[in-house]
């Protein structure tokens, strides 16, 4: 009896389409293999009760049983032990960032194309909508760097969030260069915006299904309902 702590080493690529194993090694570590097995009986069953799942918030813990089975331990002297590990999934319960965090970006990233259906000449509308949704995007980055560790790898969240950023710039940049067009009375190059206003938003769109591919595709952490999607 008594308290202990396990850790785990998680890899957040696909954050926040993520799942973890949670493993629970325990060994007798005072007496060697040689002198001391660890039986078990391989008909038990480990169940996962409601009480347990409700206490770790966040995630959704996949099915209703633990799994276990005999390992042998090492410690750091290479000596060995018996022991039992235990081990079951939990998956991230990434509806709140798709709902709270991607969908608003989305929303975001459309007000911010849409100052191309605005007249060439309301460049202070333009850049003032462009400007504040680029804004906006820099303060949801501080709300999700919040809920993770300092990474030395970029997650799904981070890219979908940097793309958002070039997406969200592209309008700042187009908006002022079609001034200058206008004042050089470069007519026919403007018309080009009438294409721009369609083609951004699907490239774009393009853009996160790449990212999520690249992310989810092959990741033994993804998420397995993500898997059929873009694995």
Same mark, same amino acid.
């Given at each position: ?38 039986? &078990? =009986? %391989?008909?038990? $069953?480990?169940?996962?009760? *409601?009480?347990?799942? /409700? ?5 959704? #813990? ?18 060995? &032990? =018996? %022991?039992?590990? $235990?081990?079951?999934?939990? *998956?991230?319960?990434? /509806? ?5 965090? #991607? ?129």
């Amino acid at each position: 009896k008594g308290i202990a702590t396990f850790t785990t080493k998680f890899d957040l690529r696909a954050f926040p389409f993520d799942s973890h194993e949670l493993e629970f090694v325990y060994a007798d570590t005072k007496h060697s293999i040689s002198s001391q097995a660890i039986d &078990y =009986d %391989g008909y038990i $069953t480990l169940p996962l009760d *409601e009480k347990l799942k /409700s206490k770790v918030l966040e995630w959704n #813990i996949k099915g209703n049983y633990a799994n276990y089975e005999a390992i042998k331990y090492y410690d750091k002297y290479d000596y060995i &032990y =018996d %022991g039992i590990k $235990t081990f079951f999934i939990i *998956e991230r319960n990434s /509806s709140y960032y798709v709902y709270k965090v #991607i969908a608003p970006i989305i929303l975001i990233l459309i007000v911010c194309w849409s100052v191309f259906w605005l007249r060439t000449d309301q460049i202070e509308s333009r850049l003032t909508v462009s400007i504040v949704c680029l804004l906006t995007l820099i303060a949801y980055n501080f709300v999700i760097d919040e809920n993770i560790p300092k990474l030395p790898y970029l997650t799904a969240m981070d890219q979908i969030i940097l793309s958002s950023y070039f997406f969200a710039s592209i309008p700042t940049i187009l908006s002022i260069y079609y001034v200058n067009l206008a004042d050089k009375n470069k007519l026919h190059l403007l018309n080009s915006q009438k294409y721009i206003r369609i083609l951004g938003p699907i490239i774009y769109f393009l853009a996160i299904l790449i990212i999520m591919y690249s992310n989810i595709n092959k990741n033994p952490s993804a998420l397995g309902t993500m898997k059929i999607f873009f694995g």
